[in-house]
């Protein structure tokens, strides 16, 4: 089965450490992004990624930072420079312009304690 | 700037009732609108979706209608039932990929 798949559910950190959240896929697809949700806010674009070696900064990127080294891997890092880590942090990918949407992963709970 | 607005934060409707989500966008230049399906800790499901050269698409229980003169759209589900509680995304593209996500609405289905 095609999917998107992001690791771990659930993730624990201490406050100045940095954390990488995991997103793969094997849809084929070229384009990848990271959302992050937080209550009443909706989703906000954090980084995206239309061909494999290249990414854009979103609405919200300061103080992520993610790599693109292989088509079906997207990872994200959140560093300490992130003043509130503490989210919902949803992955997709799409199969670029045109295409009918994104396809999300499960998404990974991240608190910063 | 939002451009992608769902001013209703919150919807209760009975059981088999409609139920109708509403969405605004500001901008004149998309052309592709979506309604994602999401409940607690998992991830966004594709719900139905309508390009601008139509005003209506429909499928099943749910449609989807496009005013692009107000720049608005709107769901309906009609009957609701409990199973549709959840919150719902409208989200609009333009001419590149990267979809705009309202702020959601948490629609409740009571028996």
């Known amino acids: 089965d095609g999917g998107i798949t992001q690791s771990p559910k659930y993730l624990f950190r201490k406050e100045g450490q940095n954390v990488t959240l995991s997103c793969e896929q094997n849809?084929?697809?070229?384009?990848m992004y990271w959302y992050r949700q937080d209550p009443g806010q909706g989703l906000r674009l954090i980084y995206y990624?239309?061909?494999?070696?290249?990414?854009q900064k979103g609405d919200i990127a300061e103080g992520y930072s993610v790599s693109r080294e292989k088509k079906e891997s997207f990872p994200l890092t959140v560093t300490s420079a992130q003043k509130n880590p503490t989210a919902f942090y949803l992955c997709?990918?799409?199969?670029?312009?045109?295409?009918?949407?994104?396809?999300f992963g499960s998404g990974t709970r991240l608190t910063v304690v | 700037d939002q451009q992608v607005k769902q001013n209703s934060p919150s919807l209760s409707v009975q059981e088999g009732r409609i139920s109708i989500l509403n969405c605004d966008y500001t901008?004149?230049?998309?052309?592709?609108f979506l309604w994602y399906k999401k409940y607690p800790a998992e991830g966004p499901t594709f719900l139905i979706s309508?390009?601008?050269?139509?005003d209506k698409n429909e499928d099943g229980r749910f449609t989807v209608f496009l005013n692009k003169s107000a720049k608005h759209l709107s769901l309906h589900i009609v009957p609701s039932q409990p199973g549709d509680s959840a919150v719902y995304f409208c989200?609009?593209?333009?001419?590149?990929?990267?979809?705009?996500f309202g702020t959601g609405t948490r629609l409740q289905v009571f028996p």
């Open positions: 997709a990918s799409s199969i670029g312009p045109g295409g009918p949407g994104y396809t």
């Open positions: 849809l084929n697809h070229d384009a």
């Open positions: 990624s239309q061909i494999v070696n290249d990414f």
């Open positions: 901008n004149s230049m998309f052309d592709y």
């Open positions: 309508i390009s601008s050269i139509k």
């Open positions: 989200a609009a593209a333009g001419d590149t990929d990267k979809l705009i």
